[in-house]
């Protein structure tokens, strides 16, 4: 069996005017269907609920960023998911509506709860369907767009594949509007090509190809494989499942090495970081040498922020660049107490760290 996490965006999914595309919709319900009745555990992130809200409601006055998201998304939300439920239920399939938000993702404990909820629909052959509960969400708090979403959900539910369906083909060297520029079709972990990438954010998405291209290769990094593609194709899932050679797509290749649970956990957390702890060069080179290596209280130079047991920090170098991420096993005082004392416990656990560099 598949796990598949599927990440559909507002731009596949809406017309010009910000209308829903049922169509497409439908077409894309038909495709996942199909892969359903082939055993394929499928996860959707969709996007739309914002724009589809936007097409319903008549605004009286001006609204701020932030009340204008929580009033559209509120409305979009119901009408998107009572189409995917009218179109799955004609396949005789249930889906389920999993709203999640940033902050609800920040603990561990909240992260396997989310992780619970969803493999529970799975055994249950119910499809999850997520997006960002925008009601909620301030602009602080809130993710970068649901690419950065569809990345966490692939690493928490161990997923062996993530497909980022946008409105272009895939990674372009290039301008995608210039005839000359091509797909990537392949990018794997020692292929770097975001010199390449002309980064524009989509008309009802607040993401770009960059994000996506970020997203895809961490991702890819702890033994997922990704694939980029364009969810206007007619028959696109069932295309790049079956026909894998010849859809115009672009695929990130998965390392043949697979973090474990906790590290996926911890590679996503970067934006949940409640200090920063920084380190000196025999500490970077140490923790970025072949060797498996913890992070000692000998290496540290100093901390900023306050933060407490488990809470995630970011490691950086003398040089401000960014090292990792790490679950700390003491507080900001303690840790403070430490700095550049031999002999004690790992500030950070090998265990418990995410090098980025690396």
Same mark, same amino acid.
């Given at each position: 069996m598949k796990r598949i996490v599927l990440k559909i965006g507002s731009n596949v999914l809406t017309r010009n005017d910000g209308t829903l595309d049922l169509t497409s919709l439908s077409a894309l319900v038909d495709?996942?269907?199909? *892969? +359903?009745r082939k055993k394929m555990e499928i996860i959707v992130i969709s996007s739309g609920a914002v724009a589809s809200g936007r097409s319903?409601?008549?605004?009286?006055?001006?609204?701020?960023?932030?009340?204008?998201?929580?009033?559209?998304?509120?409305?979009?939300?119901?009408? *998107?998911?009572n189409r995917y439920y009218d179109f799955f239920r004609e396949h005789g399939i249930a889906c389920g509506q999993v709203l999640t938000t940033k902050e609800s993702l920040g603990t561990r404990r909240h992260y396997l709860n989310q992780k619970n909820c969803m493999s529970v629909m799975l055994e249950n052959k119910v499809i999850p369907i997520l997006n960002e509960n925008d009601t909620i969400a301030v602009t602080e708090l809130m993710f970068?767009?649901?690419?950065?979403?569809?990345?966490?959900?692939?690493?928490?539910?161990?997923?062996?594949?993530?497909?980022?369906?946008?409105?272009?083909?895939?990674?372009?060297?290039?301008?995608?509007?210039?005839?000359?520029?091509?797909?990537?079709?392949?990018?794997?972990?020692?292929?770097?090509?975001?010199?390449?990438?002309?980064?524009?954010?989509s008309t009802f998405g607040r993401g770009g190809m960059l994000t996506k291209y970020r997203i895809a290769r961490k991702v890819a990094s702890e033994g997922i494989e990704v694939i980029i593609a364009?969810?206007?194709?007619?028959?696109?899932?069932?295309?790049?499942?079956?026909? +894998?050679?010849?859809?115009?797509?672009?695929?990130?290749?998965?390392?043949?090495?697979?973090?474990?649970?906790?590290?996926?956990?911890?590679?996503?957390?970067?934006?949940?970081?409640?200090?920063e702890i920084h380190i000196n060069?025999?500490?970077?080179?140490? *923790?970025?040498?072949?060797?498996?290596?913890?992070l000692l209280p000998v290496g540290i130079v100093r901390i900023t922020?306050?933060?407490?047991?488990?809470?995630?920090?970011?490691?950086?170098?003398?040089?401000?660049? *960014?090292?990792?991420?790490?679950?700390?096993?003491?507080?900001?005082?303690?840790?403070t107490e430490l700095i550049g004392k031999k002999g004690s416990k790992p500030v950070i656990h090998y265990d418990y760290l995410y090098l980025t560099t690396k």
């Open positions: 495709q996942i269907a199909e *892969l +359903h319903e409601i008549a605004v009286k006055g001006k609204l701020d960023d932030v009340s204008a998201r929580q009033l559209y998304s509120a409305v979009g939300q119901a009408k *998107l998911i970068t767009d649901n690419d950065e979403l569809s990345g966490m959900v692939a690493a928490m539910m161990d997923a062996e594949l993530l497909i980022i369906l946008s409105n272009i083909d895939g990674v372009y060297n290039g301008s995608p509007d210039n005839p000359e520029s091509e797909v990537i079709r392949v990018i794997d972990q020692k292929k770097e090509v975001s010199d390449y990438i002309q980064d524009h954010h364009n969810g206007r194709r007619k028959n696109i899932l069932t295309d790049i499942l079956h026909n +894998h050679t010849e859809t115009v797509c672009t695929r990130f290749t998965a390392s043949p090495k697979a973090s474990s649970s906790i590290k996926k956990w911890i590679a996503h957390s970067d934006s949940f970081a409640k200090g060069a025999k500490a970077r080179q140490a *923790l970025l040498g072949k060797q498996a290596v913890s922020g306050h933060f407490e047991k488990d809470d995630i920090v970011i490691i950086k170098d003398e040089n401000d660049e *960014l090292i990792g991420v790490g679950k700390t096993a003491f507080d900001s005082e303690k840790t």
